[in-house]
Nanobody, 120 residues
Framework: QVQLVESGGGLVQAGGSLRLSCVASGSIFSIDDMAWYRQAPGKQRELVALITSAGYANYVDSVKGRFTISRDNAKNTLYLQMTSLKPEDTAAYYC??????????????WGQGTQVTVSS
């Protein structure tokens, strides 16, 4: 079994910062792409940022310059540093990863989500 667990969400004022973490655990051989998605009530889930195993990152335009995705491959951990938060960033944030189990089976996993609420 492999799983992802997010943490770090909370309530912040506009302009504030939060750092989200996502820890992968289980019978993991390696992890390829990791990403953060978010979903607000009544909205479609959107890709916020993606980072490859080599550390190359891509961001949705709305967060460029404000969010930074990173990973610690040795710890199987994904991060999202969010700064200059805006009310429109309010959403449940989900970690996603393409993992390869020790049985060499590819497994795309989702975390349970962590809520980020930005007040104006």
């Amino acid at each position: 079994q492999v799983q992802l667990v997010e943490s770090g969400g909370g309530l912040v004022q506009a302009g504030g910062s939060l750092r989200l973490s996502c820890v992968a655990s289980g019978s993991i051989f390696s992890i390829d792409d990791m990403a953060w998605y978010r979903q607000a009530p009544g909205k479609q889930r959107e890709l916020v940022a993606l980072i490859t195993s080599a550390g190359y990152a891509n961001y949705v335009d709305s967060v460029k310059g404000r969010f930074t995705i990173s990973r610690d491959n040795a710890k199987n951990t994904l991060y999202l540093q969010m700064t200059s938060l805006k009310p429109e960033d309010t959403a449940a944030y989900y970690c996603n990863a393409d993992m390869i189990t020790t049985a060499r089976v590819r497994f795309n996993s989702w975390g349970q989500g962590t809520q980020v609420t930005v007040s104006s």
